[in-house]
Nanobody, 125 residues
């Protein structure tokens, strides 16, 4: 059982940066893959980034590659998403997701077992 709570969202201008945090409770955090997804109004939930349970491998969607960075701090049971050079199309509710221990960096929501409630990110032009 893993509980996830996101924070750090807000309203920013295009080109600004935000860092999202996902605080986890549960002893399994350090042994499961973690990911970030986002969902805009009227759209499907889409993959943003994922990090392997070891922290050694990360994967990003093409739309955020070279702008976003996912990281984890197992000592604080927290996963982060550093978002640089934000664009209006990044506007969405961002969700933290926890999955099983796996060598596969899955990019579908069905591949994850635990979800936070989401935090809103709004980017204006």
């Amino acid at each position: 059982q893993v509980q996830l709570v996101e924070s750090g969202g807000g309203l920013v201008q295009a080109g600004d940066s935000l860092t999202l945090a996902c605080a986890a409770s549960g002893r399994t955090f350090g042994s499961i893959n973690m990911g970030w997804f986002r969902q805009a109004p009227g759209k499907e939930r889409e993959f943003v980034a994922a990090i392997h349970w070891t922290g050694g491998i990360s994967r990003y969607s093409n739309s955020v590659k070279d702008r976003f960075t996912i990281s984890r701090d197992n000592a604080r049971n927290t996963v982060y998403l550093l978002m640089n050079n934000l664009k209006p199309e990044d506007t969405a509710v961002y969700y933290c997701a926890g999955g099983p221990q796996s060598n596969m960096m899955v990019v579908t929501p069905s591949g994850y077992d635990y979800w936070g409630q989401g935090t809103q990110v709004t980017v204006s032009s």
